[in-house]
C-alpha cells in the first residue's frame, strides 16, 4: 500500500499551526536575515528550543552581524551561548565563522549546501536547514524527528538521517522540501513524541502504521480528589544541577507538577550561589542541603506546607559533607529525600556506598517505628532485569553490580515497597537517560530514581509515575499520591 503523503501533510498543516514554532523558523520569520538564521541553526543543534531562543537573543544583543561577531572572544561566547549542547564547541566555531565568511565569501552567507558545508560548525542538517528557512530553496532538512517519524510512516526504510535525506530527495514531491522540517519538528514534539507518542489523541492515528511504536497509554481519570487535604501528590527530581536546571525551565516544571513536596537531588550549589527567583518561590518553602564541595551533591526540598520539623543528614560526616539527605517530619509521615552515591568506575566508590546505604536503612527503621515512612530520590541502582535497557552488559558496572541490588533486595526484605512497581509492572520504564548516543531519544536508559514506602503504609499510596516528558535534566522526574 502506498504511503498517502499528500493525505498526511494536508491534515498535519492545520493541526500544527497552533503548535510552538521550530525556533530557526521563528527567526527567519522574525528577521529574514540569512546570518541569524545560520548563527540560530548552529546553535540549536542538540538543544532544546527555549534553550537555543534565549542564548540567541543574547548572542544577537552583542553580535548581529559578522564584523560584530568578530570582536568576541571565544571565552565571551562560551559565556554568552551557555548552556546550549556542546557550547564550548559551538563557541570555536562561531568565533571562526566571520574569518571563512569573509575569506571565502566575501563575507556573504552562501545560499547552497555544498559551499555552507565550508563553514565551521555545518554539516548537512545544519546546511538544508539554511537553505531551506533562509532562502526558501528547494533543500531537505532531515533532524531526528524527520528521521524518525519517516519510519515510522514506512515512508522510509532506513537507518541514518543521512540515508532518509537520500531517499527523500527520490521521492517525497520538492513541494513539500522546505517546509517537511518544520512541520515534522513540531509534529514530533508536539505529538509524535520520541518516547511514549500520543497516539491516542494523533489525527493521522488511523493512517499511521505506527512502526516501531509504543504508544502512550490513555491516562485514566483520576483516581484521588487532589481537593481533600489528607491527600497530597510528591515529587522527586535529580536536576543534574539547579542553576542550570533553572535555564532549562525548572520553575515551569515546578508549576507544572504542582506537587506538595518536590524533592530535588544533585543541585551543585550553595544556596547562597543561586538566584532569588529559586530562594523564595510562591507558595513554598525551601530547605537545603547542600554538599561542602561547591559545584557537587547536594539536595533540598520544596514544599507548600511547614514540616514539624527538618533533620539535615545522617549523623555522620563522611555523608553529611555531601549534602546526601534531607528528611521533614508532618504530622502524619516523614519525607526522607536521598541522593545515594555512585559506586563510580570499576566500583571504586562501593564500599563508601553499601555504608551509606547501611545508614540510611537503619535511619529508616528508626523513623517508621513512629508514623510512616515515604523514601524518595535518585538511589543509582537499578534494582532488578527490567529497570535498565542493557542488563546483561552492565552486571558488574557501578548501578547494576550484585552488591548494589542486594541492597534493595534487602529493603524490600525489610518490608519497604517500591511504590512505582506497586502499579506498573511493564519494562522499558526509566529515569535516567545517558547524554551520549541519542539514549534518550532511543529510550535506552535506567530507572534509579524511586519512591518507597514502610510496608505499612502501602495503601496510602494511591498513584506513582514517571514523567519521561519532563526534560531539562538527564533524569526525569517521578511522582507519587499519598494519602
Known sequence: MTFPIDEIISILEPEVSGYQVPIVDLIAAQTKDPFKVLVATILSARTKDEVTAAASRRLFERAGTPAELAQLTVAELEKIIFPVGFFRNKAKFLRQLPVVLKQRFGGVVPRDIDSLLHLPGVGRKTANLVVAVAFNEPAICVDTHVHRIMNIWGYVQTTTPLQTETALRQQLPQRYWTRINALLVAFGQGTCKPLWPHCD????????????VTPRKAKKEAAVDRGDA??????????????????????????????????VQEIKAQPDQLPDELRN???????WHPAQK??????????????????????????????????????????????APNAQPELKRLDFKLEFNHALLAHMNRLRADKSVVLCGDLNVAHKEIDLAN?????????????????MDALVDAGYIDAFRKFNQEPNQYTWWSYRFSARAKNIG??????????????RVLEAAIHTDITGSDHCPVSVVFR
Open 294 to 339: 561547591k559545584g557537587y551533591s547536594g539536595t533540598a526540598v520544596f514544599s507548600k506546607t511547614a514540616p514539624l520539623q527538618v533533620v539535615y543528614g545522617l549523623d555522620c560526616q563522611q555523608f553529611d559533607d555531601e549534602g546526601r539527605v534531607l528528611t521533614l517530619e508532618y504530622p502524619d509521615f516523614y519525607f526522607i529525600n536521598v541522593y
Open 446 to 459: 535506567w530507572r534509579i530514581d524511586y519512591f518507597i514506602v514502610d510496608g505499612a503504609s502501602g495503601e
Open 201 to 212: 489523541r494523533c489525527v493521522i492515528a488511523a493512517l499511521c502504521p505506527k512502526i516501531g
Open 230 to 263: 489528607s491527600v497530597k501528590k510528591l515529587a522527586s527530581w535529580n536536576v543534574n544541577g539547579l542553576r542550570a536546571a533553572l535555564k532549562n525551565g525548572f520553575l515551569d516544571v515546578l508549576q507544572g507538577l504542582d506537587a506538595d513536596v518536590l524533592a
Open 391 to 407: 542488563p546483561k552488559a552492565n552486571v558488574k558496572n557501578p548501578g547494576f553490580s550484585p552488591q548494589e541490588r542486594a541492597w
Open 281 to 287: 518561590i510562591a507558595g513554598y518553602q525551601v530547605f
